[in-house]
């Protein structure tokens, strides 16, 4: 079952415009995790921000945690046709093992 | 590059068949997580080794197992494939049995079952 809903489910915008992903959860979490899958291979980690944290920054994302209405989003700023990806959210829960996925905004980023 | 290697990168296997996938975890990792990642939809949990013992199972059945030795690294069997089981599987490592940590993921392995 998945956990995170990600909104838009694909998001297409022109180089150097930011690009804005939403994500709905369901339960209490111990933290959230974006990952970027290209074409299908595997994730790459972009930030972990824990359940008491409201923002984080690296380099051209920011993150923010709202645990009060479940959510999370995603800005990347000044978009490059490098960032073409899906991008999922993953939630971790206290004791838990496992981190569960929505699934997915792709992104496309048009020159 | 995360470190983390995964072996075959390809399979193709005809339905009943059994697969072995292999997954070699980032230097100083102790953790193993395996997902299935069918088209269009995010990773699902399959289950997670931790110091060479299962320590979590998402909803798997049986016929889906693994294990790690003790370099860590690990193996995800699966036996009387269906033509379900096709997907992209990977694994993911980390320090310390828990999802509380970021977890370093492998290109994967794309299963196709015929």
Redesign the interface.
Known sequence: SQQGEEDPQALSIQEGENATMNCSYKTSINNLQWYRQNSGRGLVHLILIRSNEREKHSGRLRVTLDTSKKSSSLLITASRAADTASYFCATATQGAQKLVFGQGTRLTINP | E?G?TQSPTHLIKTRGQQVTLRCSSQSGHNTV?W?QQA???????IF?Y?REEE??R??FPPRFSGLQFPNYSSELNVNALELDDSA?Y?C?SSWG????Y???????T?LTVT
Not at chain 2, 39 to 44: I, S, V
Not at chain 2, 97 to 100: C, E, I, K, S, Y
Request: no cysteine; hydrophobic share 20%.
């Open positions: 995360t983390v997580s997902y088209l269009g939809q995010g990773p699902q949990f997670q931790y320590n979590g998402g909803n992209l990977l993911a049995g828990q999802g509380n970021e977890q370093y993921f492998g290109p994967g794309r």
